[in-house]
């Protein structure tokens, strides 16, 4: 989706100086997290191919005439992405096959250590293609002049080297190590060194840079201090937290060193991203049958307290925002008060608010008052897309979990609503306290249910916790911008499935966010207050 959006932009199409990927599917696939699990398991096999095909051809249309497009391999993949290169961007204009080699990590003894990875390196035409020199350090075991050979240290005790042309084997940069101040821990994060080789030999000031699989944003953060423009996209929650938070936190030097740069102003897009004066244009009657069929409303209309409610989902009320009477274009905390002072205490245990995602102006999936849970479901952009541009009757609904996956690849959103979460939340002392810590305090945060809720499946055709991939959290939410301090996997969280803490990392208000494995999430919001001891 965003692809396409990025090749019906006349600002972008065809203006792009240099594109670098580094594929989820297809690099480093044992070491992907259960977040890219459902990505994963939809591109492999007999359909890899095909899906590469689709988003090299975007890519080669957005790329500028003098543009180069750089693919990041491993030994498992680059043969089939090779062969569809030469398909589609022509052989001809195949410049390198690039080693990039390194010495990291463990060797067997049954077979020769894979230690090094491929990336290949196309321009979009043969000719007038974007090329600086690019220079490397080589130090060696003695030098040379007049007088003959000389140790390989100098008078200061430092090692002599020269600066040498890059060749298509790159041995002079390290991935990030353990103790690398660049590392965020994110599972497939290439070092800074790397990406700024590559936009210095293909780019220059000002030009623009993508990243169709941004990942952990070193592409977008090396771009930044090289004074490019950029555009990251990614499909991966964790990845776009990632980003927002690297962003914000840039430091002047590659490497993730030197003083802490000044954010600059960015923008985060989702995939469909609409007019909210063309939603209002939009045709009620249409938009509320499909809406109510996608959250599968039972339609009967009923009063409460003199609103207007749209029908139950299973025994609770639904209630369909109707974006074309609100004076507001924002559905904020101040309305759901409201609502909730209007109901009268007549609301339920449970009661359903839904509308478009950008309607919404807070991240909150659950807001309680008294005695009743306000749960929002929110209406993906790609269906407000469709229905702006095609109408009603346009998207089909699903039968099958094909059919979703159809759909997925055509429209670019899943038929998926907020996860199912029952949380406990206590103060308690830290697992396995000693004589040493045994007056500190942890947060607890007791998972206690998890499950997926889709079109095609019921939650109670999950396994508890099946769909958990992760807990993100913010330590200290400002109310505005989710700051990702810290992420804790599902494999790591078995098999009592708690997260802990320490007590002093939370500040006034925390964020969490509980996501699944389709990349659906349930956010809320938690103080001191909300843990018991």
């Not at 499909?290 to 989902?313: A, N, S, T, W």
């Not at 909150?364 to 929110?378: A, G, M, P, Q, V």
């Not at 992760?470 to 200290?476: A, E």
């Amino acid at each position: 989706m965003a692809l396409k959006n990025l090749y019906e932009n006349p600002k972008i199409k065809g203006k792009v100086k240099l594109i670098y990927i580094d594929p989820p599917f297809a690099t480093k696939q044992d070491f992907m997290q259960d977040e890219q699990k459902a990505y994963k398991d939809k591109v492999i096999g007999s359909k890899f191919l095909e899906f590469t095909r689709k988003r090299l051809i975007f890519l080669k249309e957005i790329l500028s005439a003098d543009g180069s497009i750089y693919v990041h391999l491993d030994q498992k993949k680059g043969h089939y992405i090779k062969t569809l290169m030469d398909e589609i961007f022509d052989e001809p204009n195949f410049v390198n096959e690039i080693i990039w080699g390194y010495r990291t990590g463990g060797i067997s003894k049954n077979f020769f250590a894979k230690k090094h990875d491929v990336i290949f390196y196309y321009n979009k035409q043969s000719s007038n293609s974007t090329f600086n020199t690019q220079y490397y350090k080589s130090y060696q075991q003695k030098k040379y002049n007049f007088k003959g050979v000389e140790d390989l240290w100098d008078k200061d005790k430092k090692m002599w080297y020269h600066n040498a042309v890059c060749r298509d084997v790159w041995e002079d940069i390290y991935p990030i190590g353990t103790e690398n101040k660049e590392r965020i821990d994110y599972p497939t994060q290439k070092p800074e060194a790397l990406l700024e080789r590559i936009i210095r030999a293909s780019s220059n000031d000002g030009d623009i840079i993508i990243d169709a699989f941004a990942g952990s944003g070193t592409t977008l953060a090396v771009a930044e201090k090289l004074k490019r423009r950029w555009v990251g996209i990614d499909c991966g929650k964790l990845s776009i937290y990632t980003m927002q938070k690297r962003m914000l936190n840039l430091r002047e030097e590659i490497g993730n060193r030197g003083k802490l740069l000044k954010a600059k102003v960015f923008t985060l897009y989702n995939a469909g991203l609409y007019d909210w004066t063309e939603v209002k244009k939009l045709d009620f009657g249409h938009y509320r049958d499909f809406v109510l069929k996608l959250f599968q409303v039972r339609e009967e209309k009923h009063d409460v307290r003199g609103i207007e409610v749209d029908g139950y989902i299973g025994n609770e009320n639904a209630y369909l925002w109707n974006h074309t009477k609100e004076k507001k274009s924002k559905l904020d905390l101040d309305f759901v008060k409201s609502l909730h002072n209007a109901l009268s205490g007549k609301g339920g245990e449970v009661f359903y608010i839904i509308a478009p995602t950008n309607a919404f102006a807070f991240y909150e999936d659950e807001i309680k008052h008294d005695d009743t849970t306000y749960k929002t479901l929110r209406v993906p952009q790609s269906v407000i897309t469709e229905l702006i541009k095609h109408g009603g009757d346009t998207i089909k609904q699903p039968t099958s979990e094909q059919d979703v996956n159809d759909t997925v690849d055509a429209v670019g959103f899943d038929f998926i609503q907020v996860p199912q979460v029952e949380t406990e939340y206590k103060i308690t002392k830290p697992k396995g306290a000693t004589l040493l810590n045994q007056t500190e305090k942890e947060c607890l945060i007791k998972i206690k249910t998890f499950k997926s809720r889709t079109l095609t499946k019921s939650p109670e055709e999950f396994e508890n916790y099946e769909t958990l991939s992760m807990v993100m959290v913010d330590y200290n939410y400002d109310g505005k911008v989710f700051d990702l301090d810290e992420v804790f996997y599902a494999d790591k969280l078995k098999p009592d499935f708690e997260v802990r803490f320490d007590s002093g990392k939370l500040d006034k208000q925390m964020m969490v966010i509980y996501l699944d494995t389709y990349g659906n999430e349930k956010k809320e919001v938690l103080s001191l207050n909300n843990f018991k001891k």
